[in-house]
């Protein structure tokens, strides 16, 4: 079955640390991969997508970076936190579905505090 | 760029029917209507989609006008449980960005 796995569930970091979160999807091959994040009482926001290995389109500027080291792994980044990166980032996958249409399937999501 | 609008909130008696509007006038024939919907703090959950029938599954049934111009999502028998933010989206077949507008709040009261 097709699954897809988001870790950790929450993490709180100090201003200036890195990050790293990572994404790995199961049960499907040439997924497009997304990152959202979503501020307090906001709605979803686009930050990247991906469409295959190696290729990342940034959707906002902003103080994070993106990586698709696998066809089933995406990693979001930051050399350097800010208090404004602080959301709810989910990770998405979706992949053309054999009945019409594209499937799409999120993560549960991290919790991101910068302190 | 969602290409769909919907009211920001509405909300309905626990044991009625929510009909939850959507307007995507500039769809296009390749385009499917997704519904969505996220309960807080949690990851948007798949309801249905269509692409010009009416569909029906055991969460939702989706009509959508001859026009393709609009569609309703109804939840036939809602109960406190499905108060969350519901999003209505166009999507193509082929690497179709998966975009998000606002939604549109559901509160179902007892």
């Known amino acids: 079955s097709q699954t897809i796995h988001q870790w950790p569930a929450t993490l709180v970091q100090p201003v200036g640390s890195p990050l790293s979160l990572e994404c790995t999807v199961e049960?499907?091959?040439?997924?497009?991969l997304y990152w959202y994040r979503q501020a307090a009482g906001r709605g979803l926001q686009l930050l990247f997508y991906?469409?295959?290995?190696?290729?990342i389109s940034s959707e906002v500027p902003q103080n994070l970076s993106a990586s698709r080291p696998q066809d089933r792994q995406f990693i979001l980044s930051s050399k350097k936190l800010l208090l404004s990166d602080s959301g709810f980032y989910l990770c998405?996958?979706?992949?053309?579905?054999?009945?019409?249409?594209?499937?799409?399937?999120f993560g549960q999501g991290t919790r991101l505090t910068v302190v | 760029d969602a290409k769909t609008t919907q009211p920001t909130s509405m909300d309905c008696a626990e044991g009625r029917a929510a009909n939850l509007p959507c307007n995507h006038s500039t769809i296009s024939g390749n385009e499917y209507v997704y519904w969505y919907r996220q309960i807080h703090s949690q990851g948007p959950q798949y309801i249905i989609h269509g692409l010009k029938n009416n569909e029906t599954n055991e969460m939702a049934s989706l009509i959508i006008t001859e026009d393709r111009k609009s569609s309703t999502l109804i939840l036939p028998h809602a109960t406190l449980r499905d108060t969350a933010v519901y999003y209505c989206i166009v999507l193509t077949g082929a690497n179709s960005k998966l975009t998000f507008g606002k939604g549109i709040t559901l509160s179902v009261r007892p």
């Open positions: 998405a996958w979706s992949v053309r579905s054999k009945f019409g249409g594209t499937e799409a399937f």
């Open positions: 049960g499907t091959s040439n997924p497009n």
């Open positions: 991906s469409v295959g290995i190696g290729q």
